[in-house]
């Protein structure tokens, strides 16, 4: 399943010094990687992003990813619960 996680902010997501939204976004990430997810984190939206078919596009602090990205399902927030 093609995930995206996208974060609406200007840090570095590479960087150690994160706040608290990014660093459960990274968390989640990591967990549905071990699922068996493809997942993809971004603070960008760059053609690529917008240009893929989604199954699914988590967005935890941006409802407006979801009107430029196609995905078969949205979800806003942390209640998530993927089986």
Do not use: A, H, P
Request: include cysteine; glycine fraction near 4%; hydrophobic fraction near 35%.
């Amino acid at each position: 399943m093609k995930t995206l996680i996208y974060i609406n902010t200007k840090l570095n997501l590479n960087k150690k010094n994160l706040g608290g939204i990014e660093s459960l976004n990274l968390y989640l990430k990591k967990e549905l990687t071990k699922k068996k997810f493809n997942c993809v984190i971004s603070n960008k939206i760059t053609n690529n992003i917008s240009q893929r078919k989604w199954d699914n596009v988590i967005s935890s602090n941006d409802s407006r990813i979801f009107e430029k990205v196609n995905s078969k399902k949205k979800f806003f927030g942390y209640i998530i619960n993927f089986k």
